[in-house]
């Protein structure tokens, strides 16, 4: 009887330590963010405003005028990447649900196009073309600035770290956002790879190839915390004035 009551006391008194470690426990610190350096204020009270970096990559087509996936452009050798800004800033005081994202990132896509082909432009129109000779490797590449727009939607945890900082924690939220995006086209190139007397060649071209001056589309994300799945499709022709009547569609991932 003893025993048990020994050992009921050693374990009455070891859950009372940890009960009074976690409490004792000092808040961990709050994660970089650029903008208390500019605001020191954001460090005295409960902020609405945060910035994120962005990155993505996933798989890029161009659909239209009848062109399959993979038909046209390879799948698995067409890409997306993009690396930006978002700031998230909640669309109500008392109401941490919903956001509006908006930022500024580079996007690159490119497509690996089949068939010994590549875009020629002749007169303001441009045109996908045979090359004349077998090559290894025919992509097209395009580089974008872009203002993404989104609401986002998903409940976080507010929590108040060292220095009394005030955060909203997102990282075990399901989060879901929709919108699109505006931009510029920046430079756009075509690289050609073949072989010639035994010898590798790569012949890399810039021209703006008539493609349109401004970009914009419609964009979706989903996942949990910081990684998503991303969807985008382009409402503006890749081509100026050309019978090549086709859209930038893409999915991936992206993280923050």
Not at 210 to 221: H, N
């Amino acid at each position: 009887m003893k025993k048990i009551a020994l050992l009921s006391f050693l374990l009455i008194g070891g859950f009372t330590l940890q009960a009074q470690d976690a409490n004792d426990k000092e808040p961990e610190e709050a994660s970089l963010n650029f903008l208390d350096q500019i605001d020191s204020t954001r460090t005295t009270r409960e902020v609405r405003t945060n910035v994120n970096g962005i990155f993505g990559l996933g798989w890029n087509q161009a659909l239209g005028d009848d062109n399959g996936i993979g038909e046209d452009y390879r799948f698995w050798g067409s890409g997306i990447w993009e690396l930006g800004l978002e700031f998230s800033s909640q669309l109500s005081k008392n109401d941490d649900l919903f956001r509006f994202n908006y930022g500024l990132s580079l996007q690159w896509q490119t497509l690996r196009i089949n068939g010994n082909r590549q875009f020629f432009t002749n007169n303001d129109v441009t045109t996908l073309q045979p090359i004349g000779f077998d090559v290894d490797k025919s992509k097209f590449e395009q580089f974008t600035l872009i203002a993404p727009l989104h609401i986002e939607i998903g409940r976080g945890e507010r929590k108040t770290y060292k220095n009394n900082i005030s955060r909203i924690d997102y990282d075990d939220s399901f989060v879901f956002g929709i919108g699109g995006y505006l931009g510029v086209n920046g430079t756009t190139s075509q690289m050609i790879k073949y072989e010639r007397e035994g010898r590798n060649i790569t012949d890399r071209r810039y021209n703006d190839y008539e493609t349109e001056d401004f970009v914009y589309g419609l964009s979706a994300y989903a996942g949990l915390g910081d990684a998503q799945i991303f969807v985008k499709y382009g409402l503006n022709t890749i081509f100026k004035d050309s019978p090549v009547d086709q859209r930038h569609v893409s999915i991936g991932f992206r993280f923050r």
